[in-house]
Nanobody, 123 residues
Framework: QVQLAESGGRLVQSGGSLRLSCEAS????????RAWFRQAPGKGREFVAA????????YYADSVSGRFTITRDTDKDTMYLQMNDLEPEDTAVYYC????????????????WGQGTQVTVSS
């Protein structure tokens, strides 16, 4: 069983930065990929970024490429999302999850969702 816990969300001004964390417990290491998704009010869950746990390879949504960076610390079994140059459109609840496939952006391919952390960007 895998449990994930997100943290680090808060209110920030437009142009600011935040770093989110996703700490894992259980057998998360058995999954090939970990990812960040986000969900804004009234919208579906949107892919943000993903990382292969063993190799550290990454891929991003076009909307965040160049502004967000996904990393991992395998010793701490923790994934991070460094978010720079934040925009009001980045306001959402951010979730992490694990998946078995590479290069998927479909939330249906991921599981063991955390409870989410709220990021609010004011203009």
């Amino acid at each position: 069983q895998v449990q994930l816990a997100e943290s680090g969300g808060r209110l920030v001004q437009s142009g600011g930065s935040l770093r989110l964390s996703c700490e894992a417990s259980g057998r998360a290491f058995t999954y090939f990929t970990r990812a960040w998704f986000r969900q804004a009010p009234g919208k579906g869950r949107e892919f943000v970024a993903a990382i292969s746990w063993s190799m550290g390879k990454t891929y991003y949504a076009d909307s965040v490429s160049g502004r967000f960076t996904i990393t991992r610390d395998t010793d701490k079994d923790t994934m991070y999302l460094q978010m720079n140059d934040l925009e009001p459109e980045d306001t959402a609840v951010y979730y992490c999850a694990v998946g078995e496939y590479w290069n998927s952006r479909d939330p249906n391919d991921f599981r063991s969702w955390g409870q989410g952390t709220q990021v609010t960007v004011s203009s």
